[in-house]
């Protein structure tokens, strides 16, 4: 209105400004008025334009208001136009998580960084000391189609590449998974558990001595809740120098059940877990036992030494493990048969371990049926200061034998017995501090020193994404 006015007042400004002239030309009221009512029209006209100028500014201002209030969140969820990029999803827990929308392809980075420094004291013969990355690993996983998954991952510890788990898996099928490339046999529990939830900073002695890491080959792993079965066919490792010769081939398989699971027994976290294991093994060439004390480099305190005349190799392994709110027991027995031609006589080797785990905050530690392994402990009460939060704490021991000895074959490897105690801090459910103590007794064919008994001392600070 007030629009309206200013404009019909300049108007009458205007006349009255002319009327000198109009006056001089002795216009009549008629025409004055003719004039006037022309001049209100215009003014009308105008009024209006300016009416829609203004409800235009009004509605730019408002959309220019929403658009700088469009948070991060709204901008990703913006819907790409028919024929642009294919919908994402973007999450980041614990690394970052790139998927699409109906889930079929993905990529996700992972990692692990095991961070070691070892003290010995040493008896008969001089054991290294030293602080190392024990593990540096980085890897890529995903989903590759709707029936596919992938897994590539690399440890660069030592300053030196090497191949972990590098495979496709095929998961169309209902209860189970049919992988192929660079993997574990499926043989022996604790060999099968994640490096990132052992116990102790290194797997057992007998473990080491008589499993594989990673090997090139095809495995079939079927599970339910309560129980879990594998079975593969392989070669050699990924970083195997050729050599011109046939590559060793070897058959696994392995089974276990949660004996509590399957009765229907389950109370809380308990877990009666049973398992067993058999490998059959064809080597081209020589074959070879040998263990460390609980250490991830250095000298072997034990150790057949390459041997030939040899036809195959049978390792049968028995498996039992149990979970009781936040105690923890866990151990395995392994029996090698090595069959030999060209008048050599055969041998056998075995060796056991035994051991067990307190978390004294009353954590559980968690057991997967489909698997047949434990995995990872998640604090109650995480650690943070700010929080008032102390992570979880568990006390552990440990008893092992390892007999690489067998007289009537001519093969003198040593016997050795380790006894551990450690402690593990889980500050997360990614990083815990461990500390270990190994005292170690061997008998007078130990392959560094006759009767050669250190004590090691292991602390690690571990991390993975």
Known sequence: MFKKTLLLSSAL???????PAMAADQM?????????????????SLSKVVEQQNKTIKKQATELEKQKHVSAESIANIQPSAGGLSDVKISMKPSPKIESADGKYSFQPFGRVHLDSTQIHDDKFDHANNSNFRRARLGFKGNLGEDFKYK?????AGEAVAFKEVTLTYTGLENADIKVGHQKPAFGMEQNTSSNYLLFTERSAPTNAFTRDEEIGINVLAGGSNWSLGAGVFNEDG?????????????DVRGSVNVLGLAGNNVGDNVLHLGAGYSHRKPTGTVRFRARPGTGDGARQIDTGSFGAVDNVGVYNAELAAVAGPLSFQGEYFMTDVNRSGGSMDAEFDGYYAQAGWLITGESRPYKGKTGNFSRVKPKSPFSLKEGGWGAWEVLARYDNTDLNDVSAGITGGEMDTTS?????HLTDHIRLMANVIDVDTNSNAATAANDDPTVYNVRAQWDF
């Open 13 to 19: 400004a205007l006349i009255a400004a002319t009327s």
């Open 28 to 44: 009549s009221m008629d025409e004055i008025q003719a004039q006037l009512q022309q001049l209100a029209s215009q003014v009308q």
């Open 152 to 156: 590539s991952e690399i440890d660069f």
């Open 239 to 251: 970083g195997n120098a050729g050599t011109g010769e046939d590559e060793d081939v070897t058959f």
């Open 421 to 425: 105690v450690g402690v593990n801090w």
